[in-house]
């Protein structure tokens, strides 16, 4: 088979693969045996940008240039500046849905609807419709997310049991809604049209969905840790007391869903959503600012000193109830510094990777593998869960195995949708599971759970790549090129 990379700068697999094996090893070091939980504070980051600078050091052996290698980082960093601001910008809002009551009063209506034995197949369910009509995983998760994983905790489930239903839900809807980005990045990868790659998609999409909604629903019925009744009933008490409880604090929630829907872009949305939840404040809990407010001597100065502590530091609004408060804190913009820093070390390690080729030097090597077309399925798959780990990025986990085996699939008389099928049930999902990667350190920043935590719990993420090549192994739903290059359906 003809490869489709031509470059004369390609470094041999063994130095690709140095850096690689570096990073796994150190990490897991740190990880599992040295910091576990709290490697995200800091260490993470410095074993990613060492690495980054050793395979530097091997790409200079190649003839690379620090120019090239110092573009690839630069380029990297610059694609990740828009989720960097909106993860500042969740931070504020959540601190400002927090004093506001937006956050408490949906915690409040949860408590009183959701019935605990079905709690998790319905927070999978809801944040699956909210993320399809939305088309974004990440806004799903920073506003009814979070309010369900309050909920979660009240009835007392485990916090990372709770985030991967979050997840779980949020990323079935993301992946199959025309609105989200990866949707329309894989098919024109692929070389297909929009809803021929969504028609292909959901034929493993549902299965997968399915399975895991069906072990939520298991895992909830025979759940023995879903609340005490009466400290459920004092929380809603205290809930009461302790803020203006009322469904007219649902606008500033219900119009950012609006905006998206109407695809205005995330960042205005999520400053609209800020500015209102800061504004509910002032107007329905004035008691609230007055008890986070320190040192004021005047009106002008508690709201002010109230509202700018919610949206960039720790706040935690006082209560006797000991389960409200675990429930009512926020850490503001501060809070999401260590995942911003995640991301930039992260972006400086995949950015070297990719400038000096030695992602395309691995996915080679795969191609040379390939003897099948479920051994293509499973190569192309590996390869998009492997850019997943070493460039830490989503996008980059679609558009480089898109671009290097798109011409491997045609060879093999392959349409283009099982390609770009193939590039999100194995990229896109599974970017949360990589606790580096932008979605991963994103999603754990949100929620406050650690990516590994919260990683064995996210089974449509776990369950999407296997459902793929499952497929291809036993030739279902494969569509198939004409000697026209038109489709027909195996």
Same mark, same amino acid.
Request: negative net charge; charged residues 10%; proline residues 5%.
């Given at each position: 088979m003809t490869s489709p990379i031509t470059s004369d700068k390609l470094p041999p697999l063994y130095k690709a693969l140095i850096p690689v094996f570096v990073l796994i090893t150190l990490l897991g070091i740190n990880v599992i045996w040295i910091y576990k939980d709290d490697s995200i504070a800091g260490s993470n980051q410095i074993i990613l940008i060492l690495c980054a600078a050793l395979a530097a050091l091997i790409g200079f052996t190649e003839k690379f240039t620090w120019e090239e290698m110092e573009k690839g980082v630069i380029d990297g960093i610059a694609a990740t500046t828009p989720a960097i601001i909106i993860l500042l910008l969740i931070g504020a809002l959540s601190g400002t849905w927090m004093i506001s009551g937006i956050v408490p009063a949906m915690?409040?209506?949860? /408590?009183?609807?959701?019935?605990?034995?079905?709690?998790?197949?319905?927070?999978?369910?809801?944040?699956?419709?909210? &993320?399809?009509?939305?088309?974004?995983?990440?806004?799903?998760?920073?506003?009814?997310?979070?309010?369900?994983?309050?909920?979660?905790?009240?009835?007392?489930?485990?916090?990372?049991?709770?985030?991967?239903?979050?997840?779980?839900?949020?990323?079935?809807?993301?992946?199959?809604?025309? /609105?989200?980005?990866t949707t329309n990045l894989a098919p024109a990868m692929a070389g297909t049209t929009l809803f021929r790659h969504i028609e292909y998609m959901l034929y493993t999409t549902i299965p997968s969905f399915l399975f895991a909604a069906i072990i939520f629903f298991i895992i909830g019925l025979n759940s023995h840790n879903t609340g005490n009744s009466l400290s459920i009933q004092q929380a809603l008490a205290d809930l009461e007391k302790t803020f203006f409880? &009322?469904?007219?604090?649902? +606008?500033?929630?219900? /119009?950012?869903?609006?905006?998206?829907?109407?695809?205005?872009?995330?960042?205005?949305?999520?400053?609209?959503?800020?500015?209102?939840?800061?504004?509910? =404040?002032?107007?329905?809990?004035?008691?609230?600012?007055?008890?986070?407010?320190?040192?004021?001597?005047?009106?002008?100065?508690?709201?002010?000193? =109230?509202?700018?502590?919610?949206?960039?530091?720790?706040?935690?609004?006082?209560?006797?109830?000991?389960?409200?408060?675990?429930?009512?804190?926020?850490?503001? #913009?501060?809070?999401?510094?260590?995942?911003?820093?995640? +991301?930039?070390? =992260? #972006?400086?390690?995949?950015?070297? #990777?990719? &400038?000096?080729?030695?992602?395309?030097? +691995?996915?080679?090597?795969?191609?040379k593998l390939v003897k099948s077309d479920t051994s293509l399925v499973a190569a192309t798959a590996f390869t998009c869960i492997s850019t997943n780990v070493l460039a830490s990025d989503q996008y980059l986990s679609i558009v480089v195995p898109g671009r290097m085996f798109k011409e491997a699939f045609r060879e093999k008389g392959l349409a283009p949708e099982n390609l770009s099928r193939t590039l999100e049930d194995a990229g896109t999902v599974t970017s949360v599971l990589v606790p580096w990667n932008t979605c991963g350190a994103y999603q754990a920043g949100v929620l406050g759970v650690p990516t590994l935590a919260f990683a064995p719990y996210c089974f449509f993420n776990i369950i999407s790549p296997v459902m793929t090549v499952l497929f291809s192994l036993f030739k279902i739903r494969i569509a198939r090129l004409d000697p026209q290059l038109e489709t027909k359906t195996a």
């Amino acid at each position: 088979m003809t490869s489709p990379i031509t470059s004369d700068k390609l470094p041999p697999l063994y130095k690709a693969l140095i850096p690689v094996f570096v990073l796994i090893t150190l990490l897991g070091i740190n990880v599992i045996w040295i910091y576990k939980d709290d490697s995200i504070a800091g260490s993470n980051q410095i074993i990613l940008i060492l690495c980054a600078a050793l395979a530097a050091l091997i790409g200079f052996t190649e003839k690379f240039t620090w120019e090239e290698m110092e573009k690839g980082v630069i380029d990297g960093i610059a694609a990740t500046t828009p989720a960097i601001i909106i993860l500042l910008l969740i931070g504020a809002l959540s601190g400002t849905w927090m004093i506001s009551g937006i956050v408490p009063a949906m915690i409040y209506y949860g /408590l009183k609807m959701l019935s605990p034995e079905y709690f998790l197949i319905a927070t999978c369910m809801i944040c699956s419709l909210v &993320s399809l009509a939305t088309g974004s995983s990440w806004s799903t998760v920073a506003t009814v997310g979070i309010a369900l994983f309050g909920v979660g905790k009240a009835l007392d489930f485990s916090e990372p049991l709770v985030a991967g239903a979050i997840i779980s839900g949020s990323y079935f809807g993301d992946k199959i809604s025309p /609105l989200s980005d990866t949707t329309n990045l894989a098919p024109a990868m692929a070389g297909t049209t929009l809803f021929r790659h969504i028609e292909y998609m959901l034929y493993t999409t549902i299965p997968s969905f399915l399975f895991a909604a069906i072990i939520f629903f298991i895992i909830g019925l025979n759940s023995h840790n879903t609340g005490n009744s009466l400290s459920i009933q004092q929380a809603l008490a205290d809930l009461e007391k302790t803020f203006f409880i &009322s469904p007219v604090l649902f +606008i500033a929630p219900l /119009l950012v869903l609006f905006l998206i829907l109407k695809k205005m872009p995330a960042l205005p949305a999520l400053l609209i959503g800020m500015l209102l939840g800061a504004v509910f =404040a002032v107007i329905f809990q004035p008691q609230v600012i007055a008890s986070i407010a320190s040192n004021t001597n005047t009106p002008f100065e508690t709201y002010y000193t =109230a509202i700018m502590d919610a949206m960039t530091v720790d706040i935690s609004i006082p209560t006797d109830n000991d389960l409200l408060k675990r429930l009512l804190v926020s850490t503001g #913009m501060n809070g999401m510094l260590g995942t911003v820093w995640l +991301i930039i070390a =992260a #972006m400086m390690f995949g950015g070297i #990777m990719e &400038s000096c080729n030695f992602l395309k030097s +691995i996915t080679y090597s795969l191609l040379k593998l390939v003897k099948s077309d479920t051994s293509l399925v499973a190569a192309t798959a590996f390869t998009c869960i492997s850019t997943n780990v070493l460039a830490s990025d989503q996008y980059l986990s679609i558009v480089v195995p898109g671009r290097m085996f798109k011409e491997a699939f045609r060879e093999k008389g392959l349409a283009p949708e099982n390609l770009s099928r193939t590039l999100e049930d194995a990229g896109t999902v599974t970017s949360v599971l990589v606790p580096w990667n932008t979605c991963g350190a994103y999603q754990a920043g949100v929620l406050g759970v650690p990516t590994l935590a919260f990683a064995p719990y996210c089974f449509f993420n776990i369950i999407s790549p296997v459902m793929t090549v499952l497929f291809s192994l036993f030739k279902i739903r494969i569509a198939r090129l004409d000697p026209q290059l038109e489709t027909k359906t195996a």
